[in-house]
């Protein structure tokens, strides 16, 4: 299955997608960059940014990514039980992308419409390719 995530919500997108590949589906998410984050800008870079200065140390940890595609995985990665072995399978399933890749370019992409932005009463969100800019991504 091949997700296209421009305006999705990213909590929503990840819930679907570990759901699905708990099931056994191989999942492709592509435009990484253009789901969305709901709530107020500045309160979310302070989130975001609190949660990547945890790693500062090389050494130790906790890592946290800054490019859009890896912000996503790791949304999925909170929603598996990780640490069992469905669960390393399932995530081992889950590809996300940058953009739309060469090998995706005529097949068609599914969206979700109960995870769509359009669904909320407010409007106030950002982009997750805003957030990994602030967070001081290369791509």
Known sequence: MIIDATDLIMGRL?????KKALLGEK????????????GNKYNIYEKYKR???????PYKGPFFPRASDRLIKRAVRGMLPYKKEKGEKAYKSIMCYVGVPENFKGQNLETLP????????????????ELSKHLGSKR
């Not at 990840?14 to 570990?18: R, T, V």
């Not at 669904?119 to 390719?129: D, Q, R």
């Open 14 to 18: 990840a819930a679907f997608a570990a």
């Open 51 to 57: 949660k990547f200065d945890l790693g500062r140390n």
């Open 114 to 129: 109960k995870a769509n932005v359009s669904k909320l009463n407010n409007y106030k969100y950002i982009t997750v390719g």
């Open 27 to 38: 999942i492709d998410i592509v435009n990484c960059e253009k789901a969305v984050i709901t």
